[in-house]
């Protein structure tokens, strides 16, 4: 038989259990919809930041610290209801599959380099490359008017 899901030493019976787990159950069912709603934001949240990355090559500092602060509150929830799952003996909520839960490493990088320092040396393959596009030759010098 499973262990009981209180402390033996608390000496309750089944039926002043009953009130404790049901209470738990209810908060499980509440935070794993909490958890599935926070899982869509999350994802709605990413698609608009690969939205801004495309067509202006750049997510806002604004928008990227909502994103992690989201982010963050998403892993805590994540937790928490991992742990009511294993206290109750349940299952963890299934997450659709077909949302992104993580923005690529490659966007994060290029919205941290297009906010801040570096973002310069991120644009130019090599010095080579750099020269080429920088040391433009005047031609208007060279093409007779």
């Not at 033996?8 to 908060?27: G, H, M, Y």
């Not at 992690?68 to 742990?83: C, F, G, I, K, P």
Request: net charge negative; aromatic share 6%; charged share 25%.
């Amino acid at each position: 038989p499973p262990p009981p899901p209180f402390p033996v030493a608390w000496s309750l019976t089944p039926e002043q259990q009953k009130p404790f787990l049901s209470i738990l159950e209810a908060a499980f069912s509440a935070a794993a919809r909490a958890l599935l709603d926070e899982h869509s934001s999350l994802g709605r949240m990413e698609q608009l930041s690969a939205r801004a990355l495309e067509t202006r090559g750049e997510v806002g500092e604004e928008h990227q610290q909502a994103y992690e602060a989201h982010r963050r509150a998403y892993d805590l929830l994540t937790r928490n209801v991992a742990s009511l799952a294993a206290v109750l003996d349940q299952s963890m909520p299934e997450l659709p599959a077909n949302e992104v839960t993580r923005m690529d490493a490659a966007r994060i990088e290029a919205a941290a380099c297009s906010s801040g320092e570096g973002a310069e040396a991120n644009l130019w393959e090599d010095d080579e490359t750099q020269t080429f596009y920088e040391s433009l030759l005047d031609l208007r010098g060279l093409v007779p008017a």
